[in-house]
């Protein structure tokens, strides 16, 4: 079915209510009990307030608030296995409370994590806790086992008791991998097509066999795993083709009414969806809507009205809204007037007035803002603020997205770097960007831009391009609508190797260049200088003697095999640029700790050429498009001139038609070109630099046969230019 907007059956409701900013899975709906059908809903924040309200005739009507404390990091419901879930638990710091459906508190658990609780679920007496990199089981609060992750923990979930008699418990880890777990050890491992950020089950209860996940990635991709005794099944994934947001939350509930429950998914940009299974093996998007911020939590239920089922959902800064059945339109003949029932003009009235009681009292507040101001002993107090950013490399564009949320509405962002940087535009920015020419190197300014926000927007996207080899920060200073005026600085580091991705396998048969490390340096020093040049590899040092991770350049698709322990490291890739870079940024992390490296490189001649092949048909298609673009004003005149397009050849017809196209496309890549010729222009230095040889003076020549591009001359002067 086509997807189309939440239309008859689910239109937005008027939001039902705010909280303080929320974290991913804090919101729940209680289960309705007796004879009330509708549900009640119960939310934690960031300031450590649990609120629990039920909706009646539209209005929110609270049933308890517990005071302020620790920030909420997740919030989930438990109770005796079989029996109705309606004991709310919340994971604050490194404890874990639990409040009755009336909130009375009836437990005060202190795990005496060192870290905080970034991840919790609950099956009957069973706690499962995942904390950064340990996950923690316990049973009556009594600790049961422990495991040590090799990359942060995201997620945790547990397959249920009651279906399948045995624990098996799920870590959902930032290395893109989905760990199994039986007691303390590792069962076995599953690599998944992006880094993992919720888990669910399937249908709220594992499906029919009660061994179905459903996880979502950060980088928007959803997928469905049977999680058997011996390795997993995949039953389905689904990519994130129109490029949204990452998935921060995900149900199962029958919204349709048809008898099969549809899959509710939340992402970061704001978008929700709703996936039906229809008559095929994976779900099909049968409806979406879109929020103005992301959305934290998801759950389908009957809370506004009794006999109409909703979707509730809560936004990152505390709205808590619904998304109902009931249809809320109304036809009426040419000649009828429409007339508003009387609770809807009851309700159309109170809220005026509520709007005009809070526009005076913010007047009010403004004038005595501006009167203390003016006073000798009036102390201005900074306000404080929540900013949830995402810094991450998209592997489609090789491009790094930074997105930046607040709580407020954001006024302008200032970006600045110290290395160069190119800004990409991004369709759903509407905010005006000026950028300082930054000719004078010298001040540490490669990138001064200033974005200026349209009224009420909370969210930022931002896209930019990166060199590999050129390695600093980015430092984005934020400020919202807010008086005082106040600013928070966010920091990004641009790695050495920033272009590259973690991969969990590799191609051995590919022409390698290795590079090898010899010193007196320790296991946490040379994991040090890993996590310096590379991105998404874990800042603690990895347990055992020795390690290896893997990567590939999401923009060349080259790759870099790295193993290391104690004294000893081995960095391979296929790419000769990588290992200059990887030589000198080495030698200098060693040189600043006082360490004596021994670098021995062992080139592999034929790599050069191999990477030039696989340079070759992004160049070929980069260089079509440019001399297709420059075309698209020339035929566009002539065929103004003639008056129609039949004299043309097939070839130039085409690009007429797909001129929209082809400007876009060329739009979205205005650099890629200038990257392109940039990466060749390293390769030929870096292998000759291996040799001893500098070639730079001829490095004209070679522009010059890119500009009239061959793929055979470029790798006959490769070969003869030494």
Known sequence: MVTEELEEEEKKKAAQGSVGVTS???????????????????????????????????????????????????????????????????????????????????????????????????????????????????????????????????????????????????????????????????????????????????????????????????????????????????????????????????????????????????????????????????????????????????????????????????????????????????????????????????????????????????????????????????????????????????????????????????DTVLLQCDVPIDLKDVDKNSAVVSVVDCESEPNGNFLLATYRCQANTTRLELKILSIEGRYGTLQAYITPRVQPKTCQVRQYQIKPLSLHQRTHCIDHDRPMNTLTLKGQFSFAEVHSWVVFCLPEVPEKTPVGESVSFYFQNTFLDTQLECTYRKGEGYFKSDNISTISILKDVLSKEATKKKINLNLSCDINEISVNHTLKLIHPKLEYQLMLAKKVELIDALKELQVNEGNTDFLIPEYRSILEEAEQLLQEHKKQPTSLERLYGMITDLFIDKFKFKGTNVKTKVPLLLEILGSYDQNTLLAFFDSAS
Request: hydrophobic share 35%.
């Open 24 to 410: 991913q899975k804090t919101m729940k709906l209680l289960p309705a009990s007796g004879r009330k059908a509708t549900q009640k809903v119960v939310i934690g924040d960031h300031d450590g307030v649990i609120t629990c309200f039920g909706i009646k005739k539209g209005e929110s009507v609270p049933v308890f608030k517990t005071l302020p404390g620790e920030k909420i990091a997740r919030l989930e419901l438990g109770g005796a296995l079989n029996t109705l879930q309606e004991k709310i638990f919340v994971a604050a710091g490194s404890e874990v409370r639990g409040f009755t459906k009336k909130g009375k508190q009836f437990l005060s658990f202190n795990t005496n994590l060192t870290e905080n609780i970034k991840a919790m679920h609950i099956s009957g007496s069973d706690l499962f806790l995942g904390a950064s990199y340990i996950y923690n089981h316990y049973c009556d609060c009594k600790d049961q086992h422990y495991y040590l992750s090799g990359d942060k923990i995201n997620d945790v979930i547990c397959l249920p008791v009651e279906k399948l008699s045995c624990i098996t418990p799920i870590l959902a880890c930032q290395d893109r991998v989905l760990r199994v777990l039986q007691g303390s050890d590792l069962l076995y491992e599953m690599e998944v097509p992006g880094p993992p950020a919720v888990l669910a089950l399937k249908d709220g209860n594992g499906g029919d066999s009660g061994d179905e996940v459903l996880f979502g990635t950060s980088d928007g991709k959803i997928g469905l795993v049977q999680i058997t005794g011996v390795s997993p099944v995949e039953k389905w994934k689904i990519g994130n083709e129109k490029k949204r947001g990452g998935i921060l939350c995900m149900d199962s509930f029958d919204i349709l009414g048809d008898g099969v429950k549809e899959l509710l998914i939340g992402r970061d940009d704001g978008m929700l969806e709703v996936y039906n299974f229809e008559n095929s093996r994976s779900p099909v998007l049968r409806y979406e809507y879109a929020f103005s911020e992301s959305v934290t939590s998801v759950q389908g239920g009957c809370v506004g009205k009794e006999g109409y089922d909703e979707i509730t959902t809560s936004t990152y800064s505390g709205w808590v809204s619904g998304l109902t059945t009931e249809p809320i339109h109304r036809e009426c003949g040419s000649g009828d007037g429409l007339k508003l029932s009387h609770d809807m003009q009851n309700k159309v009235l109170s809220l005026r007035n509520e709007l005009e009681q809070l526009q005076i009292k913010v007047l009010q507040e403004r004038e005595k803002y501006q009167q203390s101001s003016l006073s000798s002993t009036a102390v201005s107090a900074v306000p404080t603020f929540n900013v949830n950013d995402k810094f991450t490399l998209n592997r489609d564009d090789a491009s790094y997205s930074l997105v930046l949320e607040v709580q407020a509405a954001i």
